[in-house]
Each structure stands twice: as structure tokens, then as C-alpha cells.
């Protein structure tokens, strides 16, 4: 296993679930992938994310309540919402005590995988993710090679199916960017070799997917970490009239036009076409 491999597995493994033909409701394209951030906290502070600064993305220890849960799945199957979860976002989602409660609701609706550093994982959570309604668990090994082998016998121990949990090598080497696409996180951090912003290059990010924070304010994409420019709050609102909101349609709109004239999108320097090619076509047919 190498970074450059566990980069380009990640994006291949995304492929069936962000290009696939979008759903529509009310001739409106649905987005197919939700990320959700359920606490505001993590126990690390890597060199590369924003929560490495404390005037930047502090941990509040805030975390999202099961009545927020509740709350958007009733929305979600009101517009037959049948996309993919990833729970990650601005924290460690581990950290939150009901997290199971939180996995089996969201999996009633739709496809719910883990982004973790692994840190709070023994055999026994392993059983229980496992047992839970999880589709997968993916763990970023940040330290060493030796986190191979510690997850590797933690996997073996606990005789769930190895296919359950994607380990990704994104230990520290200069060469590799941690096997991430580094990006400035909409301008919050500057590490690594950044690539430069272009701001007339098209963005398809808020045409398939956003990002719930923990107490449902809704962002264009998993990028914004200043989290200054909320689209609309999902305990206020109804999602779908978040989703398809005049501030929303104004982004993407300029967005599918090479524009990246606005907060946060003018800082931002990830290159936002990886994925989302047929949800971009449907909305800039919407747009017009």
C-alpha cells in the first residue's frame, strides 16, 4: 500500500456513488452524497487541517442532538432521497457517545460510511460498528506503518469481514501530501505544496453534495471551514428548501460558470470537478 494508490482507490471508490445519474424532486436534481458533522471536537491537531489552529476551527465539544437525525430523515424521505451519508466533517466523529443511534437512523434511508483516525477504535467498537447498520468504516492511518499491523490484528481478533474497513495510508511523506488531495480548506490552512486558486475554474461540489454541521446549518461543501455563510439550517427549514434555495442556485451558478467570485469560493483552491460531472450538466439545465 502506497499514498499515491490509496488516493486514486478513494476516488475510484466514490465513482458508483457521486457520478452516477442524479435523482430529481420536483424536477430538481438531488444531491447523492451528504457529509454530517456530529461533534465539533478532535483529539488531534494534524499539520494539514484547520482544527490544528485554535483561532481557526477551535474545539467547541458541541454535538449534534438525535432530534436533528430525526429531523432530516423525515425531510430526506419526503423527496425519496436514496444518496449516501459520510459522517466526518469538522471533527473526530467517534468522539460522539451515540453515534450507533445515529448510524442505524441515517441507514434507514440510504448508504452511511465513517471517516476516522482510528484513535478511540479496540476490537469491541470494531464488533459494534460492525454490528450496527455501518456500510463501511474508513480509518486514516496518520502515524506510521506500524498502524497497519495494530488495525490489521484488531480486525483479525474481532473476525469481522476485512471488507468492512478500508485502511488509508496517509502517514507523513513529503513526496505524497499524507496520500490526500491537500487543499487550503477554502483559505483556513496553507501547508504542503497548495495548488494556486484559479478563480475561473468550474466547481461541481455544490451540484451533488453539502455539509450539515452539528447544529444543522447547512454549507455549501465539506471545504468551507470558515463556516461563515450558512445556506440555511435544517431544524429552521424544510431540506429540500435549503437545497434549493435562491443563495444555493446563486453559487452554483456561478460556480458551473468558471465564477468564484464569492466568499468562500474565492479563497478555496480544490479543484471541484474529481466528481459530480452529471449533477453539474442537470443543474446547469435548471439553471438556465
Not at 476490537?123 to 468504516?137: A, E, T
Not at 490489521?152 to 513526496?175: A, H, Q
Not at 450558512?230 to 431540506?239: E, Y
Request: hydrophobic residues 30%; aromatic residues 10%; proline residues 4%.
Amino acid at each position: 500500500m502506497n499514498s499515491k494508490s490509496t488516493r486514486m482507490d478513494n476516488i475510484k471508490r466514490k465513482v458508483p456513488i457521486l457520478d452516477r445519474d442524479p435523482e430529481f424532486y420536483k424536477n430538481i436534481p438531488l444531491p447523492s452524497w451528504i457529509e454530517i458533522s456530529i461533534v465539533d471536537a478532535c483529539n488531534r491537531t494534524c499539520s494539514f487541517c484547520p482544527k490544528s489552529d485554535d483561532n481557526i476551527a477551535p474545539n467547541t465539544y458541541q454535538k449534534m442532538e438525535m432530534s436533528l437525525i430525526k429531523k432530516l430523515c423525515k425531510d430526506l424521505i419526503k423527496i425519496n432521497f436514496t444518496g449516501s451519508f459520510c459522517l466526518s466533517g469538522y471533527g473526530e466523529p467517534t468522539l460522539h457517545k451515540n453515534i450507533i443511534n445515529i448510524i442505524d437512523e441515517l441507514s434507514s434511508i440510504g448508504y452511511v460510511e465513517i471517516v476516522t483516525n482510528g484513535d478511540t477504535l479496540n476490537v469491541q467498537s470494531l464488533i459494534k460498528f460492525y454490528q450496527s447498520k455501518l456500510s463501511k468504516l474508513l480509518i486514516s492511518l496518520y502515524d506510521d506503518e506500524h498502524q497497519l499491523e495494530k488495525f490489521n490484528n484488531m480486525i483479525k481478533e474481532s473476525g469481522i469481514s476485512s471488507d468492512f474497513v478500508i485502511l488509508r495510508n496517509t502517514w507523513y511523506n513529503e513526496n505524497d501530501d499524507f496520500g490526500l488531495l491537500l487543499t487550503n480548506r477554502s483559505g483556513t490552512i496553507d501547508y504542503g505544496q497548495q495548488p494556486k486558486i484559479n478563480k475561473n475554474k468550474a466547481c461541481y461540489y455544490p451540484s451533488y453534495t453539502l455539509l450539515i454541521d452539528w447544529n444543522g446549518n447547512i454549507f455549501l461543501c465539506p471545504h468551507d471551514w470558515h463556516r461563515k455563510i450558512s445556506m440555511g439550517n435544517v431544524m429552521q427549514k424544510d431540506f429540500f428548501e435549503v437545497w434549493n434555495s435562491s443563495l444555493f442556485n446563486k453559487y452554483r451558478r456561478n460556480l458551473l460558470c468558471g465564477k468564484r467570485n464569492a466568499k468562500p469560493c474565492s479563497d478555496c483552491n480544490a479543484s471541484g470537478t474529481v466528481h459530480g460531472f452529471k449533477h453539474s450538466k442537470a443543474w446547469t439545465k435548471c439553471l438556465k
